[in-house]
């Protein structure tokens, strides 16, 4: 299980939930060959084919999560 940064606590936690969570995406993105990423310019995601290459779940595992989410959904 994975700790996450939990933004109103300042510190991190475990989020198996969230985990679970970003897994399923994870599935969804291998399933349709595309990966959701960051357009930096704009503050936007963006789509883009995955061509084979994972590496995007290093980013989108690495989410943050905020104060909306309870401490029992985590």
């Known amino acids: 299980m994975s700790e996450r940064w939990v933004t109103r606590e300042n510190r991190n936690v475990a989020t198996p939930k969230v985990d679970a969570f ?3 995406v994870r599935e969804v993105c291998v399933r ?5 990423g ?7 995601f963006i ?3 995955m061509d084979g290459d994972e ?9 943050m ?4 989410i309870k401490p029992e959904d985590r």
Do not use: K
């Not at 999560?65 to 909306?68: C, F, G, V």
């Open 32 to 36: 349709h060959g595309l990966c959701i």
């Open 38 to 44: 960051h357009e930096d310019t704009h503050g936007a």
């Open 47 to 49: 789509v883009s084919a």
């Open 55 to 63: 590496s995007f779940m290093d980013w989108l595992g690495g989410a």
């Open 22 to 24: 970003l897994a399923e």
């Open 65 to 68: 999560i905020d104060a909306t």
